[in-house]
């Protein structure tokens, strides 16, 4: 059985920078959220008990499930323990919950964690998700989307994902996206090419996947410029309306932004809002 001890041993032996307390999430949400602040405890002793303290950066990660009186008494009895941890990951999201409970349990998260300690929100790799998610005040995130999602021929662009399968792009001789600097698009690999070989080849799920991890940090890069600049909500506008255009943003996504001064239908009334999780996919038709 792995044990918080055992978990900081072979953490402690792989080097991380960033090393993560074992915690617990499950149905029995209580039961597992006094958990992890247990283990939490057992996680500090050991980690500053060994030589890598001053190497390695222990996170804690707050659970609590989709209920905010559990979140808050987990938030509470973690962020007393500031002292202790580099940083804070929030978990237990990210598992098919609809995003107008994610966006608020994220914001309720980082509206109690201590502004000095780096905040990661673990899972999230929907392009609208990170922006909203960095609006709220998370600094890191990391999932699996990007490369998991080019293993199903999707390009992430900043048009909305490509679903390169769809017969729509198998006479299109054109790159991905003719700025991006990612090997595939930067040597001319078309979309027809991809499109043909993306259900035979593998070489298509390499080739998209270096271009999905180049989409997410150019994101991010050109997020992280907008916020040195003071123009983080003039970037939150132009992204979201190039990246959804015409097919209307995310109730949840515009409702999240407003909480922190982020109107995304300012001068664009006319634009339209829609229901449910919006998520723009090419998966509806083979057009």
Same mark, same amino acid.
């Given at each position: 059985?792995?044990?918080?001890?055992?978990?900081?041993?072979?953490?402690?032996?792989?080097?991380?920078?960033?090393?993560?307390?074992?915690?617990?999430? +499950?149905?029995?949400?209580?039961?597992?959220?006094?958990?992890?602040?247990?283990?939490?405890?057992?996680?500090?002793?050991?980690?500053?008990?060994?030589?890598?303290?001053?190497?390695?950066?222990?996170?804690?990660?707050?659970?609590?499930? =989709?209920?905010?009186?559990?979140?808050?008494?987990?938030?509470?009895?973690?962020?007393?323990?500031?002292?202790?941890?580099?940083?804070?990951?929030?978990?237990? =999201?990210? +598992?098919?919950?609809?995003?107008?409970?994610?966006?608020?349990?994220?914001?309720?998260?980082?509206?109690?964690?201590?502004?000095?300690?780096?905040?990661?929100?673990?899972?999230?790799?929907?392009?609208?998700?990170?922006? #909203?998610?960095?609006?709220?005040?998370?600094?890191?995130?990391?999932?699996?989307?990007?490369?998991?999602?080019?293993?199903?021929?999707?390009?992430?662009?900043?048009?909305?994902?490509?679903?390169?399968?769809?017969?729509?792009?198998?006479?299109?001789?054109?790159?991905?996206?003719?700025?991006?600097?990612?090997?595939?698009?930067?040597?001319?690999?078309?979309?027809?090419? =991809?499109?043909?070989?993306?259900?035979?080849?593998?070489?298509?799920?390499?080739?998209?996947?270096?271009?999905?991890?180049?989409?997410?940090?150019?994101?991010? *890069?050109?997020?992280?410029?907008?916020?040195?600049? *003071?123009?983080?909500?003039?970037? =939150?506008?132009?992204?979201?309306?190039?990246?959804?255009?015409?097919?209307?943003?995310?109730?949840?996504?515009?409702?999240?932004?407003?909480?922190?001064? #982020?109107?995304?239908?300012? +001068?664009?009334?006319?634009?339209?809002?829609?229901?449910?999780?919006?998520?723009?996919?090419?998966?509806?038709?083979?057009?």
């Amino acid at each position: 059985m792995l044990t918080p001890e055992e978990s900081m041993r072979i953490q402690h032996s792989i080097g991380a920078d960033i090393i993560m307390q074992l915690d617990d999430v +499950g149905p029995r949400v209580e039961e597992a959220m006094w958990r992890s602040i247990r283990w939490l405890d057992r996680c500090i002793a050991i980690h500053k008990a060994s030589d890598k303290a001053n190497q390695q950066n222990l996170f804690a990660i707050v659970q609590g499930g =989709l209920n905010h009186d559990l979140r808050d008494k987990c938030l509470d009895g973690m962020v007393s323990r500031k002292d202790d941890v580099a940083g804070y990951a929030i978990g237990g =999201l990210s +598992g098919g919950e609809e995003k107008d409970i994610f966006w608020r349990i994220i914001s309720q998260c980082t509206a109690k964690l201590p502004v000095d300690r780096p905040r990661y929100s673990m899972g999230i790799g929907f392009a609208e998700d990170l922006m #909203v998610c960095m609006a709220l005040g998370v600094d890191m995130a990391d999932c699996v989307f990007p490369t998991r999602t080019a293993r199903f021929g999707v390009a992430l662009t900043f048009d909305g994902p490509l679903n390169l399968r769809l017969s729509k792009h198998a006479n299109a001789m054109v790159p991905i996206d003719k700025d991006c600097p990612c090997p595939t698009c930067k040597e001319g690999v078309s979309r027809a090419m =991809l499109h043909h070989l993306v259900s035979h080849e593998t070489a298509a799920a390499h080739a998209i996947t270096q271009h999905n991890l180049v989409f997410q940090a150019r994101l991010m *890069g050109h997020a992280r410029e907008a916020v040195l600049k *003071g123009t983080f909500p003039e970037f =939150l506008k132009h992204f979201f309306g190039k990246y959804f255009g015409d097919s209307g943003y995310p109730r949840w996504c515009v409702e999240a932004l407003r909480t922190v001064g #982020v109107d995304l239908l300012d +001068g664009k009334e006319e634009a339209g809002v829609i229901d449910g999780d919006g998520a723009k996919w090419e998966y509806s038709a083979d057009v």
